[in-house]
């Protein structure tokens, strides 16, 4: 897999409509395939970009560039994908204090959650509610691609089986299986106990204590080490809040018709989530 993840190359090869940097790392063609020179007589490469599903013009984009490519989706209960998706967006946020459900509420209501690159535009991605539109996303990558050259994973077999899923994903590349290492989790959502000293420790990069604390203690040990190891020692995380059922059903509402259509077309077993009650 190409690294660093998400290179995201595809936002920029037909006309990055979205206005995001040109001065992206992997823009060009050439510097993205420079992410695969090193594999060497590896059969299968890949890269994990999850904005691609999230922006119609990449499908055709993707197809252009490569027509038997495999592409690989992790579904999650839509509710709480977006909820999860908040509470990590302001994790690294230093104006956010606290959980605000009434906040949340209405950022949802108003698909209104973007980067600061988009603000201004007509054209920018939803990234809270409209992100769970399923089917509305992925239908543009079933109109390139046959369906066979698609993988719907369930986030929820995933945590539970991790290793019969990459069982299944493996067979789905046809490549052998073997026992993968499961028990390192990146990019969890985490709500920080202590905010200020969580900002001083992440967000505050140019505060002159922090920047003397990395030039005595960053000779000794890698500063991004550090940090995460202060992260765990000092800012030990509160468990994500459970969502009110008034509010996820209210919530949900807005996913019923486009999971239904998800189901039809694809078979995927949206049942699976039960609170939902699709």
């Not at 690989?72 to 967006?89: F, G, H, K, N, T």
């Not at 603000?119 to 509305?136: D, E, H, I, N, Q």
């Not at 990395?214 to 030990?236: H, I, V």
């Amino acid at each position: 897999m190409a690294k660093p993840k998400e290179p995201n190359h595809f936002v920029y090869s037909s006309g990055n409509p979205y206005g995001w940097g040109t001065s992206h790392p992997y823009s060009t063609l050439d510097a993205y395939l420079s992410l695969f020179r090193a594999t060497g007589d590896q059969g299968i490469v890949g890269e994990a970009s999850t904005c691609y599903c999230l922006m119609p013009h990449v499908a055709r984009a993707i197809r252009n560039h490569n027509p038997e490519a495999k592409l690989i989706a992790v579904l999650r209960d839509p509710v709480e994908r977006a909820w999860s998706m908040y509470l990590y967006w302001h994790q690294f946020n230093p104006q956010y204090q606290r959980l605000d459900l009434d906040d949340f509420r209405a950022r949802f209501v108003a698909d209104d959650l973007m980067t600061d690159l988009e603000r201004g535009r007509s054209t920018r991605v939803k990234w809270l509610r409209g992100a769970g539109m399923y089917w509305a996303n992925l239908s543009h990558f079933y109109s390139e691609f046959p369906a066979d050259q698609i993988f719907l994973l369930n986030y929820d077999d995933f945590v539970r089986q991790p290793q019969r899923m990459m069982d299944q994903l493996c067979e789905f590349l046809g490549v052998s299986s073997y026992t993968f290492d499961t028990s390192v989790r990146e990019n969890t959502t985490a709500v920080p106990r202590f905010r200020r000293l969580y900002n001083f420790v992440n967000l505050n990069v140019e505060h002159p204590l922090r920047r003397a604390l990395k030039n005595t203690f960053g000779k000794l040990l890698p500063m991004r080490t550090l940090r995460l190891s202060l992260n765990q020692a000092l800012l030990s995380v509160q468990a994500q809040r459970t969502l009110p059922d008034s509010l996820y059903h209210e919530l949900g509402d807005f996913y019923r018709d486009d999971l239904k259509r998800l189901a039809d077309h694809t078979g995927f077993p949206v049942r699976q989530w039960t609170r939902l009650g699709v």
